[in-house]
């Protein structure tokens, strides 16, 4: 035994499960190399708080600089309030297991996106396999889901769902146009005044075709009889 203070420091006890005890029961804070290792000791603020590179450790272990886990790192499952991998100053956003092999992400307390055990994705969707689909997107009604564009933004494309109208839509969100395209060619245009052009892409007209070769004809078909 090694008393310090009154304290016990070290005990050593021999049999079946020998075991190498320090500070067992003691006041004292213990210091190891520096300061590289801290043990709380009970008359302190950092009672059985154990610091790796500190020496005011805050949590049960709480390590100062970079760490590596070789083989799994295991956790609670944790919550969209209090995700299992969060951030220090940010504990309601991080990561979580919503459910049997299930992965949450959320910010302010709120889970934002899901990955299903099938590999479906939900963001503003708590169950993506319910759609049968690999991305299931859902927002406020009457509004834009998604947004594609370049990097400078110039362009949006986006879809929008509109409850009120009971209609999706599919367009372009800022004053361009919209194009639809086969074969990695574009087919039709809609200018954002509403003219529609088929085999042109500056309609002058509520519906302009335009041939590069020949005339550019249009075919109607229909039963006889149908009104």
Excluded: C, W
Aim: hydrophobic share 35%; glycine share 18%.
């Amino acid at each position: 035994l090694l008393y310090a203070g009154g304290d016990e420091v070290i005990d050593y006890e021999e049999g079946a499960s020998s075991v190498l005890q320090i500070a067992n029961g003691g006041e004292a804070d213990i210091s190891i190399g520096g300061g590289n290792m801290f043990i709380g000791g009970s008359q302190g603020s950092y009672d059985a708080k154990v610091g790796i590179g500190t020496s005011t450790p805050t949590a049960k272990l709480d390590i100062a600089g970079s760490t590596r886990v070789q083989g799994q790192l295991l956790g609670a499952d944790g919550s969209a309030g209090a995700p299992a991998l969060s951030f220090n100053a940010d504990a309601e956003t991080g990561i979580f297991k919503a459910a049997a092999n299930n992965l949450a992400f959320s910010t302010g307390g709120s889970e934002r996106m899901r990955i299903s055990d099938q590999g479906n994705i939900g963001i503003g969707d708590t169950n993506p396999d319910a759609s049968g689909v690999r991305l299931t997107v859902k927002g406020a009604d009457n509004s834009y889901k998604a947004f594609f564009g370049d990097t400078d933004g110039t362009v949006k494309v986006g879809i929008y769902t509109a409850t009120n109208a009971s209609k999706g839509s599919i367009g372009t969100q800022t004053n361009h146009k919209l194009g639809l395209i086969a074969g990695d060619a574009d087919r039709v245009t809609i200018l954002p005044s509403g003219n529609v052009g088929i085999g042109t892409g500056s309609p002058s007209k509520l519906l302009h075709l335009d041939s590069s070769s020949g005339y550019a004809e249009m075919r109607l078909s229909g039963t006889s009889g149908g009104g």
